[in-house]
């Protein structure tokens, strides 16, 4: 899924955290969500253990995800049509500092 159709999603539901909250026909009613993506959505469970074991490594090696539309993402980077959907930095990152 792409910048565009997550965009959409977050617009629509509020945070990425609720997207997942809700149904496969919820997800319908958003303009440009096509029924793969909604398929995949609906299968998310099926990916959390590999999930897990990449948020247990990402612990192990301190590196700190940052999404899109987060207080901490680069505002520049919100411009950029293609923008990052997550970046990825070590604590001690001038992220951290609002430097970028």
Not at 51 to 77: A, C, E, N, T, W
Request: glycine content about 4%.
């Amino acid at each position: 899924m792409g910048w565009e159709r997550s965009l959409k999603k977050v617009e629509y539901f509020g945070t990425p955290e609720t997207i997942f909250l809700h149904s496969r026909k919820e997800w319908e009613c958003v303009e440009v969500i096509g029924s793969v993506v909604c398929e995949a959505f609906r299968r998310w469970k099926d990916y959390s253990p590999k999930v897990q074991k990449q948020i247990q490594r990402m612990d192990q090696y301190m590196i700190m995800p940052v999404f899109f539309g987060s207080p901490h993402y680069p505002k520049p980077l919100t411009f950029c049509t293609d923008a990052p959907l997550v970046l990825f930095h070590k604590e001690n990152c001038l992220l951290k500092t609002g430097q970028y």
